[in-house]
């Protein structure tokens, strides 16, 4: 296992296998979307899978499929086979908006899928739209379905944002009554395509406990699982569990265990750092795996102590997520 300057391992890969959206969440990126990379600047599925070996051999165990959004590039649920396959890969998980999803879940079973990630802001189909900018809510939520039936373990992401869901906290948090989903509330991050952000961000993790708690005065503090980046928390009797993630706040950088390849290919060690080295450069210059490997370990032992040290080193963030994956 290879530890990073700061001690901490680094076992878990977030993978971006593109950075187009079928969604254009207004928090992730503008009305009329990003400027979408020509596909030669992406990595091809045979780059992807050679740096995930090259990473697994370094201890890495644990892949999670994000972007832009997963399903939207061809090929997906091959790739998706050979990275099961990969040696060294004990988990693989994905990251989706639902809107595809649906048709491939009895294959994601059969291939034998971790954890699905869903993003759903909102249960209401007006709200979704006006989040969104999409009419996607009845695909999503088919998406969900079929998640909860197959008993694939379900996460489901919402970003907490004033003026556009607080009215969901309760609606979302009581799907955990009779499913053992975890309903993740996450802190809106100024990664939204434009460089603007609010001067105090109004949801931090502690006023949506205390807004939890309001609602739910029983909520009980649960053992987070290691390395997790929530704090989770349950309702008396519920199934499901809740959980907080301090995304913008930055509570938990001392047990990150989590690199990132964005889709063109360039390797972040930190979400709030400004890609610290061009993977794709070296893959595309005819670098060896022990290059590679070297660069890799080079990028480990110069990890930022936290997102505050990452971000202060580059300036205010002003990417869209969908070009780094979450
Ligand atoms: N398309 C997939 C999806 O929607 O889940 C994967 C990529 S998306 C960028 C990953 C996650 O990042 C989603 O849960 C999304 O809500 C979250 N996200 C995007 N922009 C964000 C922001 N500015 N602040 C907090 N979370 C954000």
New binding site residues.
């Given amino acids: 296992m290879i530890f990073d300057n700061h001690n901490r391992p680094i076992t878990y890969l977030r993978l971006a296998v593109t950075d187009r959206?079928n969604l254009r969440?207004f928090?992730?990126m503008p009305e009329e979307g990003i400027k979408y990379l020509p596909k030669s600047q992406l990595l091809t599925y045979e780059e992807m899978e050679r740096l995930v070996r090259v990473l697994a051999r370094l201890g890495v165990s644990k892949v999670r499929i994000?972007?832009?959004?997963p399903f939207v590039r061809n090929g997906l649920m091959d790739f998706l086979w050979r990275l099961k396959a990969t040696e060294g890969i004990e988990e693989l998980n994905i990251?989706?908006?639902g809107v595809l999803t649906e048709p491939l879940v009895p294959e994601l079973v059969r291939l034998g899928i971790g954890s699905v990630?869903l993003?759903i802001d909102t249960l209401d189909r007006e709200r979704f739209r006006q989040i969104t900018r999409r009419d996607e809510l009845p695909a999503v939520q088919g998406t969900l379905n079929a998640l909860l039936e197959n008993k694939i373990p379900v996460k489901l992401?919402a970003?907490v944002m004033e003026g556009k869901n607080i009215e969901d906290l309760p609606l979302l948090a009581e799907l955990t009554r009779n499913h053992p989903v975890e309903v993740r509330f996450?802190e809106?991050?100024?990664?939204?395509g434009e460089g603007s952000h609010y001067p105090v961000l109004n949801w931090t993790h502690r006023r949506i406990l205390q807004e939890l708690q309001t609602l739910y005065p029983g909520l009980e503090r649960q053992q987070d699982s290691p390395f997790s980046t929530a704090a989770t928390y349950r309702i008396p009797g519920y199934q499901g569990t809740i959980g907080i993630i301090a995304?913008f706040t930055r509570t938990f950088c001392g047990t990150c265990n989590r690199i990132r390849l964005t889709a063109q290919g360039t390797l972040k060690t930190c979400l709030y750092d400004n890609g610290v080295l061009d993977v794709r450069a070296l893959l595309r210059t005819g670098a060896t795996d022990a290059e590679l490997t070297a660069a890799f370990l080079k990028a480990f032992a110069h990890r930022p102590k936290n997102g505050f040290e990452a971000e202060h080193e580059r300036g205010p963030v002003t990417e869209s997520?969908?070009t780094i994956?979450?």
Avoid: D, K, R
């Fill in positions: 959206c969440c928090y992730c994000t972007g832009g959004e990251t989706t908006n990630n993003s992401n970003v996450i809106e991050m100024p990664f939204n995304a997520m969908s994956g979450g």
